[in-house]
């Protein structure tokens, strides 16, 4: 085998690869090479592998089809490596390895109804009992390894894998319980089945389930069940959890875990809805109602399952959270939690726990009045929480942040043995696996990511729950000056290295604190970067980012030898200086210098791979008007048709490089969907090409979105052509019309009815009745207006007023509409909301209110109106104009 040597033994590995060769007749060196480079453990995925393929009717052909997609062989072998259980399922069913070789299998989303759908046909084919029981295991098989697949891949997000294996759970319990109740029903000659509910509790309940979890269940039956019926229905609730948890040949479903029900281990396991509703009323510990947040009824009739959501939010959500709860439910924690190693990611300090009893108790604080909070997820919890305020932006994404990876590494340590474990193996081979299936490259870098984490949910849990003790050192000084801010400040600081030095100089320095307040709560989503990063933070503190006029140079200047992660990290340092900036002190057009920092960016990249095609802006980018939270729309032209082949190639290269970037830290997204044929199309167009394109197929919507153009980097040829096909055909009442369709259909499609008022850019009034009234009156008097000279928007609409298409007092409401708008786009997007919508909670409003200098909420609301109206009117006037 070529290539450096990647088995712990590689003599074996020779002769396993030997063998393989000789058993599928397929040259292996080079694939054996490229797809165990990097695999966690490189001499079991051999050993399955050639497990496996010996369990198949045509080892040939199988590998045969492995070799000649690589991306798809990869995984298979990271699988192989990552997962014995797993891979024991393929060798046991070598026809399920379809779902990996099949690439439309990676994405495809996995839903409770589609495994009940799947799993009752399978059932009815069943010959006995026994035989129902391994149809069972066999349907957690099937679908769990796509599961796997997708969370190795990374195709999923780590909380859909969560929902899926939950969703996984809820379908095969739902099953379990008609395939035993038939049974039983049969056995005992019992006609009617009784309403009976079967509750997930923890993560079953939270739909947050792990690949090793027990499932936590509460047995619940009707009331006014007659004695010989309780013992009925107790019997076949033993022969349920009999058939989830009991071992077969495909192992077992799951492993039952009942002591979260009413009175624990010495209640009876089921128990009528009546006496649970008064064993919650009468005798249930805080910590159990705590418990009760995240429960969920899986099986059960709508009358069952209404009375159990009843019960929960009765006793979940009330008016208020008393001292003496808090403090027994903080107790129990400890209790759990003692004797927990360092290692222990779940229990230890700054783990999963924290994260999810912190979540837990917020909600049950403010839950009573914000119904939006009675959710059982951590993670859509701490969302609402940062949506209503009571989680800074910067703190929300830490604790997500943080949970989502301690949540991966718990299942990566889980996914080896199928084992219910939360603790890092010590054995350091071990962990160095853990790290590659982690996605990193040793534990030194993993682990130093893993204590950082931790580290700062530690903080952050500590902080927001009041449980540091009182202090008259600086950082108790610099938490009790922000007030509502103090956690967040405390998140940032403790970071970094020497943070005792920066308290001190906080305290010491009331312009420092005064600049690190007005990012918390103007630019709380710049904190991250703040945060990862000592030099930002000083230049922010000490007042030296004030200073900084241009930060373009130092991209300019990148040697086109630079590492790609410090091109990136030169580009985002650029990034949050100009909106740093600007947020201390607005007085510069931050959209602009954010498409100057991108142009620059742009022609590094073009400098380092000797690119040789053109460069167009069209869009926000190219009207000079990026925001942060904008694609950049792009369009590449290359003069000669014979450099197309060259070019295209360039261009992959280009946009590979560019996602490096991205991968890196470096905020950028690019489209080129506006290019002809869009994501079909060819990457680069020749002039010819586009000239062609405008003549034979050419859409309108087109045309317009080439109006927007200006060139980043090339010839001036390419910009004249793209020109061209913007405002080569007149525009006719016809086409105007198609054009006003089609944006009326936009802001009806992508607007909801609630939003028309509130959405800065599509909705009624927005910065896109602007742009298409100047550039309609562009297309329609391309020559009277001067279209194409600038992409820069006051400077068209000057134009407009000078060929008298505009008079100066509608140029005067546009330009001030504009200006308005573009600014308070950015300061949702700072402020943490990811759409561009005024906010409809009130403390979110008013603190955007405040960021923009005005007193309040309201204050914000009517300033928005009284522009956008005379907007509206004007675009809806001008319309009609062009149409007579």
């Not at 449980?467 to 922000?482: C, D, K, W, Y």
């Not at 369709?741 to 909801?752: A, C, D, Q």
């Not at 309609?776 to 068209?796: F, I, Q, V």
């Amino acid at each position: 085998m070529a290539g450096e040597p990647v088995f712990r033994n590689p003599e074996a590995a020779i002769r396993a690869c030997e063998r393989l060769e000789q058993l599928t007749g397929i040259e292996l060196s080079e694939f054996i090479e490229a797809a165990f480079h990097g695999n966690a453990a490189p001499d079991l995925a051999l050993t399955n592998l050639e497990r496996w393929l010996r369990a198949t009717a045509n080892p040939h052909l199988h590998m045969e089809q492995i070799v000649s997609l690589p991306p798809t062989g990869r995984l298979l072998v990271s699988l192989f490596g990552a997962s014995q259980p797993v891979a024991d399922t393929l060798i046991q069913n070598p026809e399920l390895a379809s779902l990996v070789l099949d690439s439309s299998e990676l994405g495809r989303p996995i839903k409770r109804e589609t495994i009940l759908s799947e799993g009752k046909r399978l059932l009815a084919a069943s010959t006995s009992y026994l035989h129902s029981l391994d149809r069972l295991r066999f349907i957690r098989q099937r679908w769990n390894l796509p599961i796997v697949m997708n969370d190795l891949a990374g195709t999923w997000d780590q909380e859909l894998v969560w929902h899926a294996l939950s969703d996984l759970a809820e379908a095969l319990i739902e099953l379990t319980s008609d395939v035993v109740w038939n049974e039983f029903a049969m056995q005992k000659g019992i006609t009617r089945r009784p309403e009976f509910m079967v509750v997930g509790f923890g993560k079953l309940g939270g739909s947050e389930l792990n690949y090793s979890s027990d499932v936590d269940l509460v047995y619940v039956v009707e009331d006014g069940t007659d004695e010989r019926t309780d013992r009925d229905v107790t019997r076949f609730f033993e022969a349920f959890g009999r058939a989830l948890s009991d071992r077969m040949g495909r192992g077992s479903l799951y492993r039952v875990d009942l002591r979260l029900r009413p009175y624990g281990g010495t209640g009876p396991i089921s128990q009528s809805m009546r006496a649970i509703e008064a064993y919650y009323r009468l005798y249930a510990e805080p910590w159990e109602v705590q418990a009760l947040l995240r429960s969920k009824p899986i099986v059960g009739s709508e009358n069952l399952t209404a009375r159990w959501e009843s019960l929960r939010v009765a006793h979940c959500f009330r008016a208020k959270l008393s001292e003496i709860s808090f403090e027994q439910m903080l107790s129990m924690k400890a209790r759990i939690e003692k004797g927990a190693t360092d290692g222990d990611i779940k229990r230890g300090e700054g783990g999963i726990r924290d994260v999810e009893f912190l979540t837990q108790i917020l909600q049950m604080l403010h839950g009573h009045d914000r119904p939006e909070l009675q959710v059982r997820t951590t993670c859509d919890a701490i969302r609402v929480l940062e949506s209503f305020g009571y989680l800074e932006h910067s703190v929300a994404g830490a604790l997500i942040d943080g949970y989502r990876f301690l949540r991966k590494l718990e299942h990566r340590t889980q996914l080896v043995r199928d084992q219910q474990t939360h603790t890092i193996p010590s054995n350091e081979q071990a962990r160095e696996g853990l790290a590659l299936l982690m996605g990193g490259t040793n534990w030194a870098e993993v682990g130093g990511t893993l204590e950082a984490h931790r580290r700062t949910i530690q903080i952050l849990y500590r902080s927001i729950l009041s449980l540091e003790p009182p202090s008259s050192g600086a950082r108790s000084q610099v938490q009790q000056n922000l007030g509502s801010l103090g956690s967040a400040a405390l998140h940032w600081i403790d970071g970094l290295p020497e943070s005792a030095a920066f308290y001190q100089g906080l305290v010491e320095n009331p312009d420092s604190l005064d600049r690190l307040e007005r990012i918390l709560n103007d630019a709380p989503r710049l904190v991250t970067y703040f945060k990862s990063s000592v030099s930002l933070t000083e230049l922010l503190l000490s007042g030296e980012l004030l200073e900084l006029e241009s930060v373009c140079d130092r991209i300019l200047t990148l040697s086109i030898d630079a590492e790609a992660q410090h091109v990136a990290e030169v580009y985002l340092h650029g990034f949050v200086v100009t909106l740093g900036r600007w947020v201390l002190l607005p007085s510069f057009d931050v959209g602009k210098r954010l498409a100057e920092l991108l142009d620059a960016l742009l022609k590094h990249c073009s400098a380092r791979l000797g690119i040789e095609f053109d460069i167009l802006a069209l869009g926000s980018y190219g009207c000079w008007e990026l925001s942060p939270s904008s694609d950049a729309d792009l369009l590449l032209l290359i003069g000669e048709r014979e450099s197309q082949p060259v070019a295209e190639t360039q261009a992959q290269h280009y946009l590979a490089f560019l996602g490096q970037l991205k991968r890196g830290g470096a905020p950028v997204e690019f489209d080129l969907r506006l290019r002809p044929e869009g994501g079909k199309g060819l990457l680069v167009r020749t002039y010819d090409g586009l000239r062609a394109y405008d003549l034979d197929g050419m859409q309108m919507w087109e045309r317009f979105a080439l109006g927007h153009v200006r060139l980043v980097q090339g010839n001036q040829t390419a910009l004249d052509v793209v020109q061209h096909c913007a405002y080569g055909l007149p525009l006719t009442p016809e086409r105007l019309l198609e054009l006003a369709k089609m944006k009326r259909r936009v802001e009806t499609e992508r607007v909801k009815p609630q939003h028309v008022h509130r959405q800065i850019k599509l909705g009624s009034g927005g910065l896109n009745d602007i742009e298409w009234l100047v550039h309609l009156h562009e297309m329609r008097y391309p020559t009277a207006s001067h279209a194409g000279k600038s992409t820069e928007m006051n400077e068209r609409i000057r134009r407009l007023v000078e060929a008298r298409l505009l008079n100066a007092v509608e140029a005067a409401i546009l330009i001030e509409a504009r200006k308005f708008l573009l600014e308070l786009r950015i300061r949702i997007y700072l402020i943490g909301i990811d759409e561009d919508l005024l906010p409809e909670n009130p403390d979110k409003l008013h603190r955007l209110a405040r960021s923009c200098g005005l007193p309040d909420g309201n204050s914000l609301l009517a300033r928005h109106q009284s522009l956008v109206d005379p907007v509206r009117r004007l675009y809806m006037e001008g319309l009609e104009r062009l149409k007579s």
